[in-house]
């Protein structure tokens, strides 16, 4: 999720553990990981006002930053904030946008603790084998029910529709809230950063396809698991496909001159990056290259990538 360098940064106006209400039927509690990757932190989305609500990405267990936390650090309270905030009220579905650290795990606890199914995205069979603690995949994830593109979930006063969104990672699901014309983006698209897309499981193709299928519709707000709601979504989806082609462009550029090695790509391109962020960047210079070879345009040597 490398800073995207004319964003501007976004102070939180809320704690970590504190419910705010962002419209009739939603609201966000802010998880305790703030990091270079994950911004402020996790937003886990809560969705419903009646008797019943659907919990949205429960977050890390852990601080979620690293495999070896120890699992009762910060996520234990984090499901503690997301039961407060549901107090009164049963929680009918855990839904997870994707299978990250960051975003899957409080799944499995906070089913123990109220009895809802976990409903959404696949498993991962793919291992991401990035530079990212947070971006390992969550082993634990079961899902009692697995939406496929377009499947619904709903209760009382709402209804969730599924949005197949492959290439940040292959099981990655948006959810549509019907009634209100909200979509939860998860990592596919958020305000404050691109997506990494990191090889194997992260694939640059199906990110743009996945990117020009949410520029398709016609949502009205999105709420991502990181970062501000974005409120013009498809201003915003317009300008990351533009992004992603200007990458591709440069990614040409580097190869006509003979930057055959990424690393030095990464130092070319990415002006003023979080030296934090060289390892990612690296992982979305990989998609693009491993993109253009599947196209013909690239391949790669013993000496490093070139022009095909
Ligand atoms: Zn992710």
Known sequence: MMAVTDEKPWPD??????????????????????????????????????????????????????????????????VDAILRAVEGQRVAAILCTHTHRDHSPAATPLKAATGAPIIGC?????????????????????????LADGGRVAGDGWTLEAVATPGHTSNHLCFALVESGA????????????????PPDGDMA?????????????????????GPAVTKPRQLVRGMLGHRRQRERQILRELEKGTAAIPLMVSHMYKGLDPRLTGAAGR?????????????LVRVREEGWELA
């Open 13 to 78: 106006t809320i704690r970590a553990g504190e419910c705010e209400l962002h419209e009739p039927l939603v609201r966000r509690v802010l998880a305790p990981n703030p990091s270079p990757y994950t911004f402020t932190g996790t937003q886990t989305w809560i969705v419903g006002a009646g008797r019943d609500v659907a919990v949205i990405d429960p977050g890390p267990t852990g601080s979620g930053m690293s495999i070896g936390d120890p699992p009762d650090a910060n996520g234990a309270g984090h």
């Open 183 to 198: 979509l939860f983006t998860g990592d596919h698209v958020m305000a404050w950063s691109t997506s990494v897309v990191s």
């Open 122 to 146: 696949a498993p991962l069979a793919l291992q991401d084998d990035g530079p990212r603690a947070d971006s390992a995949f969550d082993p634990d994830y079961a899902p009692d029910r697995v």
């Open 284 to 296: 979305s210079v990989l998609a693009h290259l491993l993109d253009l070879k599947a196209r013909g």
């Open 206 to 226: 199906a990110y743009m396809a996945s990117l020009q299928k949410l520029y398709d519709r016609d949502d009205r707000v999105y709420y991502p698991a990181h």
